[in-house]
Every structure is written in C-alpha cells, then in structure tokens.
T-cell receptor, first 114, second 115 residues
Framework: GAGVSQSPSNKVTEKGKDVELRCDPI?????LYWYRQSLGQGLEFLIY????????KSGLPSDRFSAERTGGSVSTLTIQRTQQEDSAVYLC????????????FGPGTRLTVT | AQKITQTQPGMFVQEKEAVTLDCTYD???????LFWYKQPSSGEMIFLIY??????QNATEGRYSLNFQKARKSANLVISASQLGDSAMYFC????????????FGTGTRLQVTL
C-alpha cells in the first residue's frame, strides 16, 4: 500500500511570504505528526493529531506556525511570514494509533527561505 | 522530560563487520518505547527496530538487533554483517505516555561503511 506522501518535495520562498505544506498519511492511521529537521540536526517535534482529539501543539516554535487536519486524514502545516530560520526539512509521520507504535515517515518537504 | 543521547557523531565500519551505535536515554516514565530510524542521503526516515520497556527479550529484525540494558538506560543498535547500503544517519528515539506520543530524537550517528 501507499506510504506517507508529502508535497511539495521542495519549496523556495521569500522571507515574509506564507507557505503551506501538505501531508497525506497512510490510510487507516489515526495519528499524524509533524517534525522539523534543521541542517545536521535531529528531529524536532512540532504538532500531533490523534483522531478527533484536540491536537498537541506544544512543539510549535511560534504563533506563525499552525496546522490542521481535515476529515481525520490530510494535514496542512502553514507557516506565516516565513523567516530564514524556518529553513529546514519538514517531515510528516503517521502511526496506526498513538503511543507505543512505530511512526512511518514521509519523504519530507525541504523549505528554503531566501 | 525525556532525553536521548547519542555520543558518536560519526562511525566507520568495514563491510561485513558488525558495528554498535550507542544510545542512552532518560525518562521517569516506567512505560516507554525505544526506536531506531535510518536516514539515507535521500532524506526519508526508515523505521528499523522497536523495543518496549517491558519487553524481556532484546528486539531483533534481520541484521539489526537492539541491545537493551534497562538498568543502564541504554539501547544500542547492533548491525551485523555491514553492507555498503547501510551508510546513513541513524537516529535513536523514544516515546512515552507522558509525552503525548511524540518521538524524542537523539542527534544521530553518521555511519560510513567502507570496502
């Protein structure tokens, strides 16, 4: 079956513009996660969705970042008024359920803010 | 708070040899899961192996095994019979009920397999 897909694969944007990153999780996976990986660094948690529960937004670095998940499936991460420090690879993952289940990652979106 | 420490920024191993990648962790939760992921140069994160905190046996998946020493809070990854395709970044991660299910990652170890 299909894995986690993300689009676009690469995005170059000017400082101050808004961007939207999309994630399509594995069918049937109720949990969805967004992570950020800056150059040469490990992954940093951003936000987590589980079913119809309120998302865990504790990892979002500022109020310029937001995410939504429509119909319990596709998710969109939005970054408003992008800054150069937002440049990173944004990875989406999904898992069958939350907690102690392995997360399957998408290929990521490489965001470059110029 | 949970923390993962990977002290080896880079490792070299000769093809067909075994290699151990170190990982120590810190958590106050009695229930947690430990993961290893591989990230090749193409960028995708590939799940390798999982160890639950209550599992009695060390996890194994093909050439990958996890050396779980609970009292020492270590979860080292052992790759046997290394192959050139094993060259990649390797991340240790953990998850626990006290962290709303988000993975906490270490900083990674870059493994280079040589001829």
């Amino acid at each position: 079956g299909a894995g986690v897909s993300q689009s676009p694969s690469n995005k170059v944007t000017e400082k101050g513009k808004d961007v939207e990153l999309r994630c399509d999780p594995i069918s049937g996976h109720t949990a969805l996660y967004w992570y950020r990986q800056s150059l040469g660094q490990g992954l940093e948690f951003l936000i987590y969705f589980q079913g119809n529960s309120a998302p865990d937004k504790s990892g979002l670095p500022s109020d310029r970042f937001s995410a939504e998940r429509t119909g319990g499936s596709v998710s969109t991460l939005t970054i408003q008024r992008t800054q150069q420090e937002d440049s990173a690879v944004y990875l989406c993952a999904s898992s069958l359920r939350s907690s102690l289940y392995e997360q399957y990652f998408g290929p990521g979106t490489r965001l470059t803010v110029t | 708070a949970q923390k993962i420490t990977q002290t080896q920024p880079g490792m070299f191993v000769q093809e067909k040899e075994a290699v151990t990648l170190d990982c120590t962790y810190d958590t106050s939760d009695p229930s947690y899961g430990l993961f290893w992921y591989k990230q090749p140069s193409s960028g995708e994160m590939i799940f390798l192996i999982y160890q639950g905190s209550y599992d009695q046996q060390n996890a194994t998946e093909g050439r990958y095994s996890l050396n779980f020493q609970k009292a020492r809070k270590s979860a080292n990854l052992v790759i046997s019979a290394s192959q050139l395709g094993d060259s990649a970044m390797y991340f240790c991660a953990m998850i626990g009920p006290g962290t709303a299910s988000k993975l906490t990652f270490g900083t990674g170890t870059r493994l280079q397999v040589t001829l």
